[in-house]
């Protein structure tokens, strides 16, 4: 694997492992500086039970995470390392939704 994509998946990593505990606190009520930076409520979350939009993103979030380590410990993305790249664009997009 060559040095910028491991550099862009351990920034995966990085970013994953933020954006689970930030979810994690705020699933469970706690709210301080790294909880409340850049996070806003979403429109469309109202719509859906409470639980669906506080628990929505772990799964993918924890995918992503583990596969990441794994990739990073093999040194060759693969097919796996193909998944987590689609995953990238599409979390992009959702951040626009109202």
Not at 22 to 49: E, M
Not at 60 to 83: A, D, Q
């Amino acid at each position: 694997m060559n040095k910028v994509l491991r550099l862009f998946f351990i920034a995966i990593v990085i970013f994953s492992t933020y954006h689970l505990i930030r979810d994690l606190l705020t699933n469970f009520g706690i709210h301080n500086y790294i909880v409340d930076f850049a996070h806003r409520s979403h429109l469309w979350c109202g719509k859906f039970y409470p639980w669906v939009c506080h628990w929505i993103t772990v799964p993918s979030e924890i995918f992503t995470l583990v596969v990441s380590l794994i990739i990073l410990r093999r040194n060759r993305p693969g097919t796996l390392g193909v998944l987590v790249l689609i995953q990238v664009p599409l979390w992009l997009l959702l951040v626009l939704l109202p």
